[in-house]
């Protein structure tokens, strides 16, 4: 299929709950992450599509009590989980505040609340915009002299199974990868005035401007045999994803039979049964520093 012969349209507000429930999942490393990046002097850091508000409360957490975060979405559905999930945290959300602004089309209003940032973080959120460059550029020229721009983009996919469950033809696993990629694909066709940007996130970041360009790539593993948490969250994942590439028609028939009975709980093939589940993955965090003065 020619990847612009079908247009991608993400409803968030139906994305909003598994937003904040992959956020709890992954509190702990936004917060090693959000230690990494905060330093003393720190006052403003902003969240660029926050999401779940996972990032936000973290910065919220490991920068200076006088020091606020911003935390920005365009869809008042998923800020509303936001917000739910800073009082369910537990944050003093008198220092986060939560901004709605369309990415592609708003960018001109963040100066308003960014110009300065200390820290300037944006989550699988800059893929969804149709110049990435641009965006990128006009978030680093937001950046007080030292601070940091940092995109969690890319690393490794989840893997969770063996290659061979014994249900459908082997590869299962690699072939719904597959079809999120096809599906990462048509979408950012599907955007309009999508630009190409053929290059990689340093690049990107030294084009803005930025100095001191790196990546850290951090690896995520559960203790195996999977604890009953663990094991929930990576079945929810799963048929969430499984779910999505499905209506999306990137997933074959065969594929999808074999994934119904596989997350069924009262199907004797249930992944809830096995011994040998596991969940690994691993995310790069790119990130560049305005020069200092």
């Known amino acids: 299929m020619n990847v612009r012969e079908s247009t991608i349209v993400i409803n968030w507000a139906d994305e909003a709950e598994w937003l ?10 936004y917060a090693s992450v959000a230690r990494e990046l905060a330093r003393p002097s720190d006052r403003l850091a902003v969240d660029i599509g926050c999401g779940g508000a996972g990032m936000a409360v973290a910065l919220g957490a490991a920068l200076p009590p006088a020091a606020f975060v911003v935390g920005v979405d365009g869809d008042g559905d998923v800020l509303d989980a936001a917000r739910r999930r800073i009082v369910e945290a537990g944050v003093d959300d008198g220092h986060i505040r939560l901004l709605r602004a369309d990415l592609d089309t708003d960018l001109a209003v963040l100066p308003v609340v960014a110009r300065g940032a200390d820290i300037i973080w944006a989550s699988s959120s800059i893929h969804h915009l149709a110049d990435q460059q641009a965006a990128i550029d006009a978030l680093a020229a937001l950046l007080a002299p030292g601070g940091r721009l940092a995109l969690a983009e890319g690393g490794l996919p989840a893997r969770h199974l063996p290659w061979d469950v014994g249900v459908g033809e082997p590869g ?42 790196t990546t850290k790539t951090f690896p995520l593993e559960r203790p195996v045999p999977l604890c009953e948490a663990d094991l929930r969250s990576v079945l929810l994942s799963l048929r969430h994803r499984v779910d999505r590439a499905h209506a999306d028609g990137e997933l074959r028939p065969a594929d999808k039979a074999a994934w119904d009975r596989l997350l069924d709980p009262g199907d004797d093939a249930w992944l809830g049964r096995r011994d040998d589940v596991y969940s690994l993955s691993a995310r790069s965090v790119h990130i560049g520093h305005r020069a200092a003065v």
């Open 20 to 29: 904040c429930a992959a956020v709890a999942d992954d509190a702990a490393w």
């Open 172 to 213: 299962l696993e690699v072939r719904l990868a597959a079809a999120e990629d096809r599906w990462f694909a048509r979408m950012r066709a599907s955007v309009p005035g999508s630009v190409p940007m053929p290059y990689g996130w340093l690049t990107a970041l030294r084009r803005a401007g930025l100095v001191d360009v």
